[in-house]
């Protein structure tokens, strides 16, 4: 099965831009989806497929993909963003499905 | 709305079994799949399986395959995963989640914390 990366940790001054990439050879074939993850709280879906963000989800995030790399962006980052963020997709193997590792984002 | 809403905390010790309940409400239950995921402590989320909630149709990640079993109660909406031979690296929160059309994962349950412990 594939393998998704991510860098394990980011930080980004209140109010600027931060990107968060996911790379693996699945993503060449399909698309990822991202989840926040606060302390102690299930995962929450932000943004998935080539561009749909569920209802409820501030349009600051924002996602994109090209090749092997997805990335998932947050425009005006607020203090509340602070979380893990984790991409997934299917794997190569069909009805498989991986994470990457989660990037730990800090708002300074 | 959409919600599913799953069985409290397990503490279990080696060798023993558990089984998790993923209630849902909110949409008709029979025509998505539930997943299965786990995070173990500061680890990243790990993908189980899944069940077609429909036809009972199960696919399970060979890392559990012979140990997890999926089953569904279509009349109460309500998908289980149970998984046997504990061991204590299966401490872990447990997750079910409702696939969509995009194969994202909304809802997740808020998860079940299920410790191994002698």
């Known amino acids: 099965s594939s393998e998704l990366t991510q860098d394990p940790a980011v930080s980004v001054a209140l109010g600027q831009t931060v990107r968060i990439t996911c790379q693996g050879d699945s993503l060449r074939n399909y698309y990822a989806s991202w989840y926040q993850q606060k302390p102690g709280q299930a995962p929450l879906l932000v943004f998935y497929?080539?561009?749909n963000r569920p209802s409820g989800i501030p349009a600051r995030f924002s996602g994109s993909s090209s090749g092997n790399t997805a990335s998932l962006s947050i425009t005006g980052t607020q203090a509340e963003d602070e979380a893990d963020y984790y991409c997934?997709?299917?794997?190569?193997?069909?009805?498989?499905?991986?994470f990457g590792g989660g990037t730990k984002l800090t708002v300074l | 709305q959409v919600q599913l809403v799953q069985s409290g905390a397990e503490v279990k010790k080696p060798g023993a079994s558990v089984k998790v309940s993923c209630k849902s409400s909110?949409?008709?239950?029979?025509?998505?799949?539930i997943y299965w995921m786990r995070q173990a402590p500061g680890q990243r989320l790990e993908w189980m399986g899944w069940?077609?909630?429909?036809?009972?149709?199960?696919k399970y990640s060979q890392r559990f395959q012979g140990r997890v079993t999926f089953t569904r109660d279509t009349s109460a909406s309500t998908a289980y995963m149970e998984l046997r031979s504990l061991r204590s690296e299966d401490t872990a929160v447990y997750y079910c989640?409702?696939?969509?059309?995009?194969?994202?994962?909304?809802?997740w349950g808020q998860g079940t914390l299920v410790t191994v412990s002698s």
């Open positions: 909110g949409y008709s239950f029979t025509n998505y799949a």
């Open positions: 989640a409702k696939v969509g059309n995009s194969d994202e994962f909304d809802p």
């Open positions: 069940i077609n909630a429909g036809n009972g149709i199960t």
């Open positions: 997934s997709s299917r794997d190569n193997t069909v009805n498989h499905v991986e």
């Open positions: 497929g080539e561009n």
